[in-house]
């Protein structure tokens, strides 16, 4: 959701930082900007679209002078994803040039303030208001981050922003409230960015900035400090462990596809350390001095809802610990009861999902402990929280989450045998066999998962003029079909609802027809003989069913897609990537954009 670089240093700023805007795509956008100082004020080159039309444009001038600018990827929220609507904006003087993420809740009130005292704006957004505001600031206090400090105690809702002012072009101020910014320190040059891929081909050096921190970065110095009233903070610099190899393709069509094979490892990084195999034990030392809470809230947002959901069953059943799980947007203005014997699970590959940031804020204000169950370290979820467990899942750069959920699952799945064994109430049987699966698990998924794409192709090709599916499974697999169907909506856009099998007679039975198939998890468990009447219900009204079911099955379906299916709930994780390839393999046959699908944004950083 609009992805922010600025840089400082002795390269040629415009290439860097159009390759860093590359490398921030997968956040989604719809329109992209670059401005540079000039030596008779700034360059401010925009388009609509993607990448590939900014840089036409750019191509028929010449960049190469300045070594400080700022580019920006737009994810349109206050006005149409238009060139004149894109960023980078300057206010009406000139002097100062902005590019920014969030949204400004007051930017009416403000702009019709401004406009009564004769300012004149350009475009529909927030942006520009935000930038005059500044450059009033400007012209009271006659310091920049005198001005920033006056502009931003002034506003109301989210931001990241980097600005450059033309009488100090080889500098760059940003600050941060409740949307992603992270400094990159370079030899000789430094960064602000959205995401540390911007910058990584060229430091693994970062800087983490707060909500309520604002930072000056040149060539050859950096500073942080508070927004409020301007008083320095000391920062710690990172060391980020993961390359630039990581964030790339790797022979893969897709990104989706590579992280989709990407799950063995994915597994394997989550177990390490933390599954002692020959004790048969799970050490989870991020949160050994937490007691198992009475009462255990999930809060989370799109797959990472789904990922809670399944991991609801298991930490009720192993750890009989009671579990809610609520969709962040919908908790964070309940009523909720909540006090300092509850523990919120807050779940986010990003870790700076807007509406499960917000929940992880209510639910500390009543004082209930936080962990965090997240892939990005650093992230503000990560710094939010009592204690954090780290997903390793790796950058995840397509917009549709796949190995994050993998490593979702293994980690909750480790925090249920964990709690189970600590309480007790774990079988020790039951514990030998997940424990020992666990481990042979990357194992079996390597070897499974070319069949598992050529079959996903195989049946994405037959099934590809339906306009509308019904997932259907039951008990773990519900989740599953919820997250079956958002990854086919989300990149093929056709329709697709997950229900719980029991739950279809009461309403999504009326739809079935010939032309609206359903796709079935029925894995041969105990609820096995229940999903299979379901699925005589369907076909008594001669619906289509695709189910996925274990090689013993004997299911008399249009399509039974027999997989291995190890012992519940090991079974989900070769249930998972098939869902995620019959989705990536539609959409890549529809010759959709399967890694930025249209409207979408990888982390949604505002409500
Ligand atoms: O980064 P988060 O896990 O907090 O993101 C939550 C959702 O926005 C995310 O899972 C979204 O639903 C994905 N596009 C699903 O593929």
Redesign the pocket.
Known sequence: MCGIIGYCGHRPAVPLIIEGLKRLEYRGYDSAGVAFARKDGFEVIRSAGKLGNLEEKLGGLYVYEASAGVGHTRWATHGAPTEQNAHPHTDATGRLVIIHNGIIENYAELKAEMAAQGVTFRSETDTEVLVNLIAKGLDETKDMLQALSWALNRVEGAYAIALQNIDEPDAIYAARKSSPLVMGLGVGENFVASDIPAFLPYTRKVVFLEDGEMCKITASSWSVFQVRDITPVDKEVHTIDWDVQAAQKGGYKHFMLKEIFEQPKVIRDCLAGRLDLSASRVCLPEIENMEIPERLIIV??????HAGLWGMYLLESWAKVPVSVEIASEFRYRDLILDEKDVVLA???????AD?LAGIRIAKERGAKIIGL??VVGSS?ARESDAVIYTQAGPEIS????K??CSQLTALLLLALYWGEKRGSLDSKLRDGAVRGLSELPGLLEAELPALRGKASQLARKYSEARSFLYLGRGLNYPLAMEGA??LK?ISYIHAEGYAAGEMKHGPIALIDPNFPTFALAPVDDLYPKVKSNLEEVQARAGKIIALTGPEAELAVDDPWRVPTPQSPLCSFVFLPALQLFAYEMADYLGKDVDQPRN?A???TVE
């Open positions: 989370a947002c799109g797959t990472s809802y779940i986010s590959q990003s870790g700076e999902t499960t997240c892939n979820v917009v549709a989450s796949t994050a959920m958002l990854k989300e979408l990888k982390s949604v």
